[in-house]
């Protein structure tokens, strides 16, 4: 049902009401998002994101994608032949949405992963055959690098740990309803290159911590998110990443603001929900073509 107000609405006010005029005569079709899973434990990856856009009323048709320049060691090649499809497959298909995950191989230089022709080809793709790209940690450094030639330095030391952030750009659609401060977990070796990210026109920071760095931007009229953490983890992903580290002899501190009184204390659940939510509803369903057909003459280009 269409929300019906009585309230004089200005049109540049941030409120989001839908018309009944407009609810009776949209066309409705559920939303084809495609995942490009680079994690190497992809069904904990899989649940973690579904878990995401599962928390919304949009129906959601998700599909998901793997490299077949590199196989990973951690998940069967049953299982990925099963569930997974190779870009070869997709190629020349169109989503509504793209989201590629982070990966472990940030001491990498971009051109050693040895994925990165294919994932340059998947983002080049992208530009005509998906309407909005969601981007997360490492993928978010990949694609800044890819689109626009930013590029990532190394930290003293690994963040980890969750950490407080400021919304920057507040009336921004994508971080409607957020709190003036919130909370993010990230784990991470690299940090972008901010001064970059200034100088670059197409880019708005919308949030960001004096910790942790830039967390979110956008790019190409909201067409291209970047996530620098990851709010998709669940209560004990942070630990089990700790505790592995340890175990290995790496030179770890305890994730920050994450233990309290020897358990976890999860404190960014509903803004990794609202984020995700923000962008299917403003930048996927609500501007993205019926026929998706049309994508070829959207100008996606930045």
Same mark, same amino acid.
């Given at each position: 049902?269409?929300?019906?107000?009585?309230?004089?609405?200005?049109?540049?006010?941030?409120?989001?009401?839908?018309?009944?005029?407009?609810?009776?005569?949209?066309?409705?079709?559920?939303?084809?998002?495609?995942?490009?899973?680079?994690?190497?434990?992809?069904?904990?990856? %899989?649940? !973690?994101?579904?878990?995401?856009?599962?928390? +919304?009323?949009?129906?959601? %048709?998700?599909?998901?994608?793997? +490299?077949? +320049?590199? !196989?990973?060691?951690?998940?069967?090649?049953?299982?990925?032949?099963?569930?997974?499809?190779?870009?070869? !497959?997709?190629?020349?298909?169109?989503?509504?949405? @793209?989201?590629?995950?982070?990966?472990?191989?940030?001491?990498?230089?971009?051109?050693?992963?040895?994925?990165?022709?294919?994932?340059?080809?998947?983002?080049?793709?992208?530009? #005509?055959n998906v309407f909005s790209s969601y981007f997360i940690c490492w993928a978010a450094q990949a694609a800044l690098y890819h689109y626009y030639g930013i590029g990532k330095r190394p930290l003293n030391k690994k963040l980890?740990?969750?950490?407080?952030?400021?919304?920057?750009?507040?009336?921004?659609?994508?971080?409607?309803?957020?709190?003036?401060?919130?909370?993010?977990? *990230?784990?991470? *070796?690299?940090?972008?290159? %901010?001064?970059?990210?200034?100088?670059?026109?197409?880019?708005?920071?919308?949030?960001?911590? #004096? #910790?942790?760095?830039?967390?979110?931007?956008?790019?190409? /009229? /909201?067409?291209?998110?970047?996530?620098?953490?990851? /709010? %998709?983890?669940?209560?004990?992903?942070?630990?089990?990443?700790?505790?592995?580290? +340890?175990?290995?002899?790496?030179?770890?501190? #305890?994730?920050?603001?994450?233990?309290?009184?020897?358990?976890?204390?999860?404190?960014?659940?509903?803004?990794?929900?609202?984020?995700?939510?923000?962008? @299917?509803?403003? *930048?996927?369903?609500?501007t993205t073509p019926y026929d998706l057909a049309q994508l070829s003459r959207q100008d996606l280009q930045s």
């Amino acid at each position: 049902m269409p929300v019906k107000v009585t309230y004089p609405v200005d049109a540049n006010s941030s409120f989001f009401f839908m018309d009944e005029e407009r609810a009776r005569t949209q066309d409705i079709r559920p939303l084809k998002v495609l995942i490009l899973n680079l994690m190497p434990n992809k069904s904990v990856t %899989e649940q !973690q994101l579904l878990r995401l856009l599962g928390n +919304t009323a949009l129906q959601v %048709e998700v599909s998901f994608l793997t +490299t077949a +320049t590199y !196989q990973s060691k951690n998940t069967p090649k049953s299982y990925l032949k099963t569930f997974y499809q190779t870009f070869d !497959q997709i190629r020349n298909s169109r989503y509504d949405a @793209l989201m590629i995950t982070g990966s472990p191989v940030e001491h990498m230089a971009f051109e050693d992963v040895a994925y990165w022709a294919e994932l340059v080809e998947i983002l080049d793709w992208a530009n #005509e055959n998906v309407f909005s790209s969601y981007f997360i940690c490492w993928a978010a450094q990949a694609a800044l690098y890819h689109y626009y030639g930013i590029g990532k330095r190394p930290l003293n030391k690994k963040l980890s740990g969750v950490y407080r952030h400021r919304v920057v750009e507040p009336a921004h659609t994508l971080i409607r309803g957020f709190d003036d401060l919130f909370w993010a977990p *990230h784990s991470r *070796h690299t940090t972008i290159d %901010e001064e970059a990210i200034g100088k670059e026109e197409d880019l708005i920071v919308l949030a960001e911590s #004096e #910790e942790a760095g830039t967390y979110l931007l956008v790019g190409s /009229g /909201g067409r291209r998110v970047f996530v620098t953490g990851h /709010g %998709e983890y669940d209560a004990l992903t942070l630990d089990s990443e700790y505790r592995r580290d +340890t175990q290995a002899g790496l030179p770890v501190e #305890e994730p920050k603001n994450y233990y309290e009184g020897g358990s976890v204390t999860v404190r960014w659940r509903a803004h990794a929900n609202l984020l995700v939510s923000n962008w @299917l509803n403003y *930048h996927v369903y609500q501007t993205t073509p019926y026929d998706l057909a049309q994508l070829s003459r959207q100008d996606l280009q930045s």
